[in-house]
Structures are given as C-alpha cells and as structure tokens.
C-alpha cells in the first residue's frame, strides 16, 4: 500500500469523527506488516479534557487489538487544513513512543498535500521509558 491509498484510509476514517464543538474533523489510519488497516477519528465531549484525538484513537485502538511497534509499518493523519495537518504535542508522544523510529508518518490534507515524516522531525526530544 502506498501513501496515497493509505491517506484514503485515514479520509474515510475522517467521516467517523464527533466533532459537534469545534468542527475540526481528522482522520487517521495505521498499516500493519500483515497488510491490516487500524482506523482512527477525533471524539469530542463537552468535558473538551476528555475529548480524543485521532491519533490517539487509532494507535491506542490498534494496541487493544494486539497490534505491537514492530507490526506497524506505517502511519497517515488528515485533517481539512491549509497544508498537511500536524499533530498536537500530546499526539506526537504518543507516536514516538507507540512506533518505531523508522515508520514514515505521513501528514495530509483534503487538498492532496502530503509531507512525509519521521518521529524525530516532529518530537525530537521525545520522554520515554529511559526517563523513568
């Protein structure tokens, strides 16, 4: 699968998104080595602390479900924006410590922009396990 028919993936799951505050829809999608995709959508509540990210939604739906690091090979986040949506601060701790350093992160919009990064470009200065 390539990074446009994944970004399809991370679109479709963009339709599932509650966004009844901000109206901000995201999507986003996981690949796995054995070709799986995992799909993930914005949640909001009223609580706005307890609302959800994509990202967050995705990774963590996907590790419910077994997924582990070393499965992913790839991962894709849209949102309705100028240029290629980026992930608040809490989203790109979680990528860096939810994936491998080398799986390409690909941020997109509606528009068909699509950048390609790796975790160290978007939280190079990542807390993890290390720090404890």
């Known amino acids: 699968m390539d990074k446009n028919e994944l970004v399809a993936e991370a679109i479709k799951a963009r339709e599932n998104a509650f966004t009844p505050y901000s109206h901000f829809k995201v999507g986003a999608a996981l690949l796995t080595k054995d070709g799986k995709i995992y799909h993930g959508s914005n949640m909001e509540s009223a609580s706005y602390g307890l609302t959800l990210c994509a990202e967050r939604n995705c990774i963590f739906g996907a590790y419910a479900r077994g997924v582990r690091k070393d499965d992913i090979v790839a991962f894709a986040v849209v949102g309705d924006t100028d240029g290629p949506v980026s992930p608040c601060g809490a989203c790109r701790q979680i990528i860096a410590e939810y994936l491998n350093r080398d799986v390409p992160i690909y ?13 160290e470009e978007l939280i190079p200065y990542f807390f993890d396990g290390s720090e404890l």
């Open 107 to 119: 941020l997109a919009n509606l528009k068909g922009d699509i950048s390609e990064y790796k975790i």
